[in-house]
């Protein structure tokens, strides 16, 4: 079987539909669809379950896809490797990250390290903690920003405890001056974004006994701070969300601390490139001059 059949059935698996691939592949449909059939018969089971919007992978496919990802990531690390013994800089990472990094960790990172590496190839793809991680397993993705706790069997290095606060109107006034308290959101409704109430933030909230009928929700952390602006209820959110968001708000730590622990993930380092090796320095580096003695740099996974 050949290489471009695993790329073929991974890009398929990802894309959803056999033109997209196509499209992603630079080929036809019908060569995608000839490559499929062709591994589906190899295999001798189906990989995917067809319909009119597309595709998704049958419980066989979703059994081979780790493995076949595997292989793929096994022959790209052998060229990268072969590139390093004769002294070239080439190689690739896939990287994954949630907005809040991808807005203001990830362009100075990749900055510094296309200037010592112009020739690495970079890809960003932006998910939830959840889609990150999952991605990470697959090895569709090398390394991926994410926040503890991560239930996949993955390499794990804490890299920050990121503050939560409670964001308010500029009229709110909190009854001990500069910290938020129980009796201060006793009873207010709470903004928040969907995907982050089961994490950090529902620790926050259960510890104040905010009532679910309390909550609403709001697509991203920039429409979470016009519907505070606006009145609408109160908001949570991570330190670093808001260093590039504006609003006619204020933010408030709660009297108990919260915060939300992000790490970066990967597959064991056996299975990492050295351009991946390399990269993963050069966040600690960033991360170490940003923060100081929080981080510990040149710690690689």
């Not at 995917?48 to 496919?61: A, N």
């Not at 939560?164 to 201060?184: H, L, M, N, W």
């Amino acid at each position: 079987m050949s290489t471009f059949a695993y790329e073929v059935f991974s890009e398929v698996a990802k894309q959803k539909t056999f033109f997209a691939t196509a499209t992603q592949l630079n080929v036809t449909p019908s060569a995608i669809s000839h490559s499929i059939a062709g591994l589906e018969k190899e295999l001798g089971f189906s990989l995917f379950i067809r319909s009119r919007t597309g595709v998704r992978l049958t419980p066989d496919g979703q059994k081979v896809l780790p493995i076949i990802q595997g292989i793929l990531n096994a022959e790209a690390k052998l060229a990268e490797e072969a590139a390093r013994i004769n002294g070239l800089n080439e190689g690739r990472i896939r990287i994954g990250a949630f907005s809040s990094v991808c807005i203001n960790w990830l362009p100075d990172i990749i900055r510094g390290f296309k200037k010592m590496y112009p020739n690495i190839e970079l890809s960003v793809t932006q998910g939830n903690f959840n889609e990150v991680a999952e991605q990470v397993r697959l090895g569709t993705l090398d390394i991926g920003f994410s926040a503890l706790p991560i239930k996949e069997k993955l390499e794990v290095i804490p890299l920050h405890k990121d503050p939560i606060y409670c964001i308010a109107p500029e009229k709110f006034k909190p009854q001990e001056g500069k910290i938020v308290t129980r009796s201060d959101i006793k009873e207010k409704n709470f903004i928040l974004q969907q995907i982050d109430y089961d994490r950090d933030t529902k620790r926050a909230l259960d510890t104040y006994n905010v009532s679910v009928n309390s909550i609403h929700y709001s697509i991203d952390d920039a429409s979470i701070i016009a519907m505070v602006e606006s009145g609408l209820g109160l908001g949570i959110l991570p330190e670093l969300a808001l260093q590039k968001l504006s609003g006619n708000v204020n933010h408030y730590p709660f009297k108990e601390k919260f915060y939300r622990t992000i790490c970066l993930i990967s597959h064991s380092e056996a299975q990492q490139t050295p351009s991946t090796r390399a990269f993963v320095k050069v966040i600690q580096e960033y991360l170490f001059e940003r923060y100081g003695d929080e981080i510990k740099p040149f710690e690689n996974i």
